[in-house]
């Protein structure tokens, strides 16, 4: 479990394609800090787990269901991208719970800028527009977000200062994909009303 609380930017060293799936090379100082061999590490929102580790380098592999629901199968050496470990039980939960299972790709269709930060608004697939609510939180390329504005679909978040700094999403540009995580609090909710409506109109 993670928290959207991106702990470096890292760089993407090398891909190594293998059939449908790929072993990808990472270099993050901070996370791999520490690290061992089975530990799990988000890559843009990703939980992948650690087969190899050299110096500040980390090696996963990613298959074929998660180079084709997330943007992982996109990325190349030299890409920058959000690691963050996952969350000890002894840690504050500064953002939500996030599990790094990507549910969908968005595109990020415009920026504009504030006194203090952007209004950065990605498009809102249609599976994902039940869990995504104004105030709500949401996971993009691994970050923990609040949902400020959301229409039929899209949806719009403001990025502080530190955000834009500290994360890839400031260097993110108009036409790019984004990975998604709803709040799976959403999901679970839907699930337990759901069976209790079937059981209620017996």
Excluded: W
């Excluded at 959000?82 to 719970?97: C, K, P, S, T, Y």
């Excluded at 984004?178 to 759901?194: F, S």
């Amino acid at each position: 479990m993670f928290t959207g609380i991106v702990e470096e930017i890292g760089e993407i060293v090398h891909v190594e394609p293998a059939g449908d799936a790929a072993r990808l090379a990472v270099r993050g100082a901070v996370v791999t800090s520490g690290a061992r061999h089975g530990d799990s590490i988000a890559v843009d929102g990703v939980c992948l787990t650690v087969v190899g580790l050299d110096g500040d380098v980390f090696t996963v592999d990613a298959v074929a269901e998660t180079l084709s629901r997330s943007t992982l199968g996109d990325r190349k050496a030299g890409d920058r991208v959000n690691l963050e470990r996952a969350v000890r039980a002894d840690q504050r939960l500064g953002g939500h719970i996030v599990q790094g299972h990507v549910d969908a790709t968005a595109v990020l269709l415009g920026r504009e800028p504030q006194d203090r930060g952007e209004r950065v608004r990605f498009s809102l697939p249609p599976a994902l527009a039940r869990y995504v609510v104004e105030k709500g939180s949401i996971a993009v390329d691994g970050v923990s977000l609040t949902v400020a504005a959301v229409d039929a679909e899209s949806f719009t978040v403001a990025l502080i200062p530190a955000t834009l700094e500290l994360t890839t999403l400031g260097a993110r540009r108009p036409g790019e994909r984004v990975n998604l995580e709803a709040d799976v609090i959403a999901k679970y909710v839907e699930k337990q009303v759901a069976a209790y409506a079937r059981e209620a109109g017996r």
